[in-house]
């Protein structure tokens, strides 16, 4: 199990965290300008930041998120990179052969080409679908450093990894798939993808990022070695943490959780158009997102009601509802 890749999952907390500190700082800065700018700003400011790292559980919470995620995101990454070497890709004409059935005789790509099949509109979505790591990674900073141990956060984090478990590893060594960007490099013969490939190519890389991406994972697939390995498109891990955050944010705020719902959404459109994903991938991504809520939820609940034996008992055990 390589370091690099519990490294690189700490390295990138550090610099999300890194970047959260002025981001924090100028809005503190901002509701002291408007309550008059009083003497001592510097001072004041670095109080503010010392209390919301230290005051109640958040410093804690985070070293206890960190220790227990970065061993699972390092197992991920091993499982993803040899997910072929347990089962070859076999499900891809399948899935293929599932999407026609969900678009009636025709693919998903096809569906959406005449609203979304504009330059404007793929690049839109290619930024989206980058932008998901950020959103990722920002909720995810967001409750693990939370400064209360709350049941909310607890089955956010348990939806994390359960999700990362059964979907990115468990799923996609048994429903190995490749992805339709990839169908003409497994198969002979015409592509049913070919057309929007061409679609994506005539715009560019310098545009569509996710081209280089894709190529990269394929090289590194063919010669065993590279920056980026693993290739998995069964589920949609990219639709399912969209989901996932979207129950989260409507749980915190029903607009926010609107706006995550619609970014969700956005994203399944975007694995298709940007032919990450057959259609199926997102759909399972999503039911995968809800069942392990729901789980996790189950979980909270029964641990919550230990805890109150706990207590009422004269236990030491504290956990706070929302």
């Known amino acids: 199990m390589p370091l690099s890749s519990g490294l690189f999952f700490l390295k990138l907390l550090a610099q999300l965290l890194l970047l959260a500190v002025p981001l924090v700082m100028a809005h503190d800065l901002y509701d002291l300008w408007r309550s008059g700018a009083p003497n001592g700003l510097a001072k004041i400011l670095a109080v503010r930041m010392a209390e919301r790292i230290l005051k109640h559980d958040r410093f804690g919470n985070g070293v206890h998120a960190i220790i227990t995620l970065t061993p699972m995101m390092m197992v991920f990454t091993v499982v993803k990179e040899n997910i072929t070497a347990i ?39 290619n930024l989206l679908y980058h932008l998901w790591f950020a959103a990722m990674f920002g909720l995810l900073i967001w409750q693990a450093f939370s400064k209360h141990a709350t049941a909310l956060r607890l089955q956010f984090l348990l939806t994390f990894c359960f999700v990362w478990f059964f979907g990115g590893s468990v799923l996609a060594i048994v429903f190995s798939s490749a992805g339709p960007c990839y169908y003409a490099d497994l198969f002979a013969g015409p592509s049913p993808f070919a057309p929007q490939m061409t679609f994506l190519d005539r ?22 070695s590279g920056t980026i390995k693993g290739i998995s498109a069964m589920p949609s ?62 979980i909270v609940q029964r641990w919550h009601a230990y805890v109150q034996r706990r207590r009422d008992a004269g236990g030491e055990i504290a956990i706070q509802s929302v």
């Open 87 to 125: 089962n070859p890709f076999s499900w891809d004409k399948t899935f293929a052969e599932w999407d026609v059935a969900l678009g009636a005789g025709h693919m998903p790509w096809q569906a959406l080409q005449p609203l979304l099949d504009h330059p404007v509109i793929v690049i839109g979505f």
């Open 203 to 224: 715009i560019g890389p310098d545009w569509i990022w996710s081209l280089a991406v894709q190529r990269d994972l394929w090289t590194s697939y063919v010669t065993g």
């Open 237 to 298: 891990m990219h639709v399912t943490i969209a989901v996932v955050n979207a129950l989260l944010c409507w749980r915190v705020d029903r607009r926010l959780g609107i706006a995550a719902f619609v970014f969700a959404a956005l994203i399944f459109l975007g694995s298709i158009v940007l032919l990450w994903h057959y259609a199926v991938d997102g759909i399972a991504g999503a039911v995968i997102a809800c069942l392990c809520w729901a789980a996790a939820g189950t």
